[in-house]
């Protein structure tokens, strides 16, 4: 399934709210307001994967260089295990390496065993376990991830 990757405009949000509701369980999926406060951060950015007028999935991470965050990556049930998370995940590395990121972290739940393999896949090393993050109750991973130009970008790395 091709999908486009492009950025968010104010038209996607209702899509956007009602992916992330089913992608999350009550009280994990983020609500209007905080969804509309991510997708409206100047330091965060949003990147839409379209599948013939239909958001397939998104993305939203936010930049403090050198750090990064993933603050969420919601795909569509029938666009699972086509490569579309990872069409995202890779436009959103870029885009915020091209920013001065050289690290990247984010939380997943510890009982997201597929999201875990998938991040796992993907780079990210499991660094915390962030007790009781989600509902007062489900522990989360920390992970992170060296973005692969971080070498080079930060001359303090190169030290022998």
């Known amino acids: 399934m091709p999908v486009q990757l492009r950025p968010y405009e104010p038209g996607d949000f209702a899509k956007l709210y009602a992916l992330d509701q089913l992608c999350f369980a009550p009280g994990i999926a983020y609500s209007q307001k905080m969804l509309r406060y991510f997708l409206s951060m100047p330091q965060g950015r949003c990147t839409v994967a379209e599948n013939n007028g239909d958001v397939a999935g998104f993305l939203i991470t936010e930049e403090d260089p050198p750090r990064g965050h993933i603050l969420t990556l919601d795909v569509a049930e029938a666009h699972r295990r086509s490569g579309v998370g990872g069409q995202l995940l890779a436009r959103g590395e870029q885009q915020l390496e091209s920013r001065g990121v050289t690290e990247i972290f984010l939380e997943t739940s510890v ?28 522990d989360a991973y920390e992970m992170r991830k060296i973005l692969p130009g971080a070498s080079t970008a930060n001359p303090a790395q190169k030290e022998t």
């Open 111 to 138: 009982e997201n065993a597929p999201g875990v393999a998938f991040w796992q896949r993907h780079g990210y090393r499991t660094v915390a376990i962030l007790k009781r993050y989600y509902l007062g109750r489900v």
